[in-house]
T-cell receptor, first 113, second 114 residues
Framework: KAGVTQTPRYLIKTRGQQVTLSCSPI?????VSWYQQTPGQGLQFLFE???????NKGNFPGRFSGRQFSNSRSEMNVSTLELGDSALYLC????????????FGPGTRLTVT | AQSVTQLGSHVSVSEGALVLLRCNYS??????LFWYVQYPNQGLQLLLK??????LVKGINGFEAEFKKSETSFHLTKPSAHMSDAAEYFC????????????FGSGTRLLVRP
């Protein structure tokens, strides 16, 4: 079974631009979560989707948004990029059953210049 | 609120020595606890999880962890370190409810000396 895939793997953007990252969960998984990883702040939860509905949102500004499609694929968008948005963005999927773990993708490395 | 604290941002051991990575959690309700490993330029890989069944949990690559409620701890151990164990390790907690949101510790980088 294929794992979680994220595209693109690497991205370089300029301040003020916007970016869209994509995540394809493991087949059959209905829950997708996004995390931001930076050296200073560590791993921080962005948002969680289940059946196309956002169930939880972390403490990030409104510039960060996401969505989930009917096939469980998810996208996250960051508008008006800032230098501090440079990070590894990780997507994780799970079956969404009690006790179930999350499986992480390789991440998208975003660099904002 | 839930949180996890990982003691020691860096741990260095000799190859063949015991690995002990410490994690203490804070949770007002019974938690699910996880250990993940991250190799350079990769995502996170699940090592093991605790979901209120057996308190001693065995994971992949020879790792295990023991849930101790009285100490609010979930330390990760491996009897004999291998060079390939060098990586960053993250402890994480989440509530036993419908949310899959993980709260991660700050991570411990394991260095293995030859």
């Amino acid at each position: 079974k294929a794992g979680v895939t994220q595209t693109p793997r690497y991205l370089i953007k300029t301040r003020g631009q916007q970016v869209t990252l994509s995540c394809s969960p493991i087949s059959g998984h209905r829950s997708v979560s996004w995390y931001q990883q930076t050296p200073g702040q560590g791993l921080q939860f962005l948002f969680e989707y289940f059946s196309e509905t956002q169930r939880n949102k972390g403490n990030f500004p409104g510039r960060f948004s996401g969505r989930q499609f009917s096939n469980s694929r998810s996208e996250m968008n960051v508008s008006t990029l800032e230098l501090g948005d440079s990070a590894l963005y990780l997507c994780a999927s799970s079956l969404a059953l009690a006790g179930d773990e999350q499986y992480f993708g390789p991440g998208t490395r975003l660099t904002v210049t | 609120a839930q949180s996890v604290t990982q003691l020691g941002s860096h741990v260095s051991v000799s190859e063949g020595a015991l690995v002990l990575l410490r994690c203490n959690y804070s949770s007002s309700v019974p938690p699910y606890l996880f250990w993940y490993v991250q190799y350079p330029n990769q995502g996170l890989q699940l090592l093991l999880k605790y979901t209120s069944a057996a308190t001693l949990v065995k994971g992949i690559n020879g790792f295990e962890a023991e849930f101790k409620k009285s100490e609010t701890s979930f330390h990760l151990t491996k009897p004999s370190a291998h060079m390939s164990d060098a990586a960053e390790y993250f402890c994480a907690v989440r509530r036993m409810d419908s949310s899959y949101k993980l709260i991660f510790g700050s991570g411990t980088r394991l260095l293995v000396r030859p």
